[in-house]
């Protein structure tokens, strides 16, 4: 296999900032550390078994699918391969197109691969209107309803848009807030956006 420049680079980085991971667990006291494949999508994508092997190498113990076209992957050799090394995924990534026309597909992956919550990761464009964005939120609802119904929970990854897109004074993200049910949808949060976006940190992991 080649790879290129970047992707090394990339990848080197990921390895040498994982090599302290398992001291600042400790430090934290975290639980379990946990890596978005989304991150080393690439690889993954070119070699699932080999790079999953290689996260577990690293320390990591748990795993959340996202990006790679994991969904096109065989799942049942992935639950497979991450049972041998030890390694769970509580959480994966499902698109709003799948969720929105292919539930029970959504479903399934997510048991095969030993999820208990789904996440919503991304909206395109047309969705982000006043309209549009009315419709995800009655939507979202919907899901996480769904989703109970089968022992799975909801939650929502947010990027930096859904605090710079405002109609009427509010954000996206406070439409989102103020309109799903805090009983069933729970929130992915990424930081790295919310801050590009010029949300406090703090203030947001407090509210």
Known sequence: MTIDRRTFVASMGAVMAA?????LARAAQVRK????????????QSDPVG?????????????????GNYDKMD??????????????????????????????????MAKTLGADTIVMPW???????DTGFGGVVENVNRFAKQAREVGLGL????????????????????RLVGGTDPSLVKLELDLYWAVHAGEDAGKLITR
């Open 51 to 67: 790079t999953l092997e290689k996260v577990a190498g690293i320390g990591y113990r748990e795993v959340e699918f996202g990006g």
């Open 19 to 23: 090599s302290s991971i398992a001291g």
């Open 33 to 44: 550390v946990g890596l978005q494949l989304y991150t080393v999508r690439e690889i993954f």
């Open 123 to 129: 909206l395109p464009p047309e969705l982000r209107t």
């Open 155 to 174: 939650a929502y990854h947010n990027h930096d848009f859904e605090f710079t897109t405002r109609f009427g004074g509010t954000s996206l993200y406070d």
């Open 75 to 108: 799942h049942a050799l992935l639950r497979r391969t991450m049972d041998r090394l030890q390694l769970t995924a509580p959480s994966l990534h499902i698109s709003y197109d799948v969720l929105l026309t292919k539930f029970p597909d959504a479903v399934k």
